[in-house]
């Protein structure tokens, strides 16, 4: 089987080789330059063994065929430079970070080159720049150069298979021999083509690289996971006992396999019910914002509130305890006291309609305007009997009573009844009256005080109404001979003050009595 497959490879590398010689007399009679009029975007990877790889195979990118194998040449590093030939639009932008290897086809030999244009990176990184264009006067100007720091061509495996036929002495000596020849002096090389020959190694290079890079904070990451298990290490009995429990509800669950089948399967419409229930969370949380601002704010007063409860509630301990002490000696006087709220009880259901009535007394005097009226009423009451002018005060009324007219009696006593006489009887019985503390003493008071009211002064108020004013009886009598006008400022000054004589006390009181009905 071994040999049938070697000559199937011989006879395809033969056709192979002609296709390659008739590609190459197409390339000199049709020459055509990296991107021209085919629209064609070539790049030129170098390997360092491109063995079996012959014009037209495919270009592969993820899988999926972007574009052929143009010509295979050596180079002067003896290296191999592959054109690569991509044809699909969408792949003609191969970065500066891209990567291509030469992989197996099939099980005769086939090979094609499966190329990445650019490697992954995080969203929102810049992109690496493109692939360099290579200058006019050099091998292979206008395609892209992608350099052997880009490739890899490892070893195939029927090559490793081929030696496997004889004894492991005679592979050891086939190997060593091998590489003594082919690789004397070059270990440095040799060196660098293994750490190449499999992107695996290459990018567990790029870890360790990682890995030496954050090699403190690894050793941090240890130490603080060994403070981390301490805790754990202590309570081992806890963490099986919970790796059992675990067990036993992952057996639980798997009786209920039906079960969680039915919620997975609803569980994509809970998650489209949640998104707007989450969106108003969103909401209401952006709004707490500043609630929850003012009570960080306020969270220290809070915590000294917190502090000083303890001991607070353990002061009010004693309070209590003398509160229970107190209820005991009061509880009874509490008892004996039913009997005093039940009469008051009787005594509130009396009063109810007495309360009604006033209640309604009240609201009735508010809604009508009673309360207002009767401020009227003893405003207007004040306003009868007094006055106020210019001048001053002055009484609207005048009442004289003796002792002998402060008892009951029913038939009029002498001296006892008030009127007032009219302006020319007062005049023609001034001269006739005598007798102190009698009616007409007292009209002849009120005249000469109405005689003022009306602008007189008091001097022509008693010449127009002569006579004697006594009060009270004899002993009492003033005479209006010893007043006296005696104007302060000039006679223009509108006012007038009157000062008693000096024969009696008498009349010093008529004096006050006139500058108080004028006011001063």
Known sequence: MRTQIALCRRIVAGVAGAFCIAALAAGVLLPTAAGGSGGSYTVRAIFDDAGNLVTGEDVLI??????????VVPTPQAKAAVTLEIENPGFQNFRSNATCVIRIQSLIGEKDVD???????????????????????QE?????????????????????QDITRLPERQRLTIIINELGAGLAGRGSDLQYVIRRANPALRELEKIFAILASENKTLAKLAVDSDQALAPLAKVKGRISDFIKQANVVSRATANQR???????????????????????????????IPTFTDLGIAAPGINQTFENFGPFAISTTKFFESLGRTSKVTGPAVVASRAFFKRFQTLGAAGKPFSENLSALFTSARETGGIERLVDSIFNGAGV?????????????????????LSYGIAPAPGCNGHFAS?????????????????????????????????????????????????GGGAGALSESGLGAQPVGGSSSGTTYYTPSSEGAGSGASGLLLNYLLGN
């Open 140 to 160: 292979g100007a206008g395609e892209y150069l992608l350099p052997v720091q880009n490739t890899s061509s490892p070893i195939d495996t029927d090559l490793l």
């Open 385 to 405: 009997t007094n006055g106020y002018d210019a001048l001053g005060h002055f009484l609207r009324g005048e009442l004289v009573v003796s002792p002998t007219c």
């Open 62 to 71: 993820d899988g999926v065929k972007a574009g052929k194998v143009g010509e």
């Open 258 to 288: 039906g079960a969680l089948a039915r919620n997975l399967a609803l569980f994509p419409a809970f998650l489209r019910e949640l998104e707007p229930a989450m969106q108003r969370f969103g909401q209401f949380a952006e709004q707490t």
């Open 115 to 137: 190329c990445l244009p650019e490697q992954p990176r995080p969203e929102g990184s810049p992109q690496p720049p493109a692939l360099k264009q290579i200058p006019s006067g």
């Open 423 to 471: 302006s020319g009887a007062t005049k023609a019985s001034a001269s006739a009256v005598g007798a102190p503390g009698s009616s007409a003493t007292t009209d002849l008071v009120m005249q000469r005080t109405l005689a003022v009211l009306r602008g007189a002064t008091p001097a022509q108020a008693i010449a127009e109404f002569p006579g004697s004013v006594g009060f």
